[in-house]
């Protein structure tokens, strides 16, 4: 059965950073698109960068590019996500994401499996 485990998550003042970590479990990790997503309060849930399975292919969306880095180690089946110069704005429930299809849009529809979530305050 398809696992993700996010970890890292916690209270960090604005201009700090967190490292957010999702391991996998119960799939060949290497075959597939990963993904970060955030949900804040009263939001609906958004694409916040994906990463292919070599890593040859990265996205972020706009909100975060230039702050926030993805990066995977297919041995540790891990995906990551270093996150620099917080906002409060970025202050959310982050969810790693799988998807089985070979190239996932950022759409939420688009990614078949999800972590329970970990959760990312920024105080101003």
């Known amino acids: 059965q398809a696992q993700l485990v996010e970890s890292g ?3 960090v003042q604005a201009g ?4 957010l970590s999702c ?3 119960g799939w060949t990790f290497s075959r597939n698109f990963m993904g970060w997503f955030r949900q804040a309060p009263g939001k609906e849930r ?5 990463i292919s399975k ?12 230039g702050r926030f880095t993805i990066s995977r180690d ?9 996150m620099n110069s ?5 202050t959310a429930v982050y969810y790693c994401a799988a998807a089985s299809s070979p190239y996932p849009g950022t759409a939420v529809a688009g990614w078949n499996y999800w ?3 970990t959760q990312v305050t920024v105080s101003s």
């Open 16 to 19: 700090g950073s967190l490292r």
């Open 115 to 117: 972590g329970q979530g």
């Open 46 to 50: 958004e694409f916040v960068t994906r």
């Open 23 to 25: 391991a996998a479990s």
């Open 9 to 11: 998550g916690g209270l």
């Open 54 to 65: 070599t890593g040859g292919v990265i996205n972020y969306a706009d909100s975060v590019k």
């Open 86 to 90: 917080l906002e409060p704005e970025d």
């Open 74 to 82: 297919n041995a540790k089946n891990t995906v990551y996500l270093q």
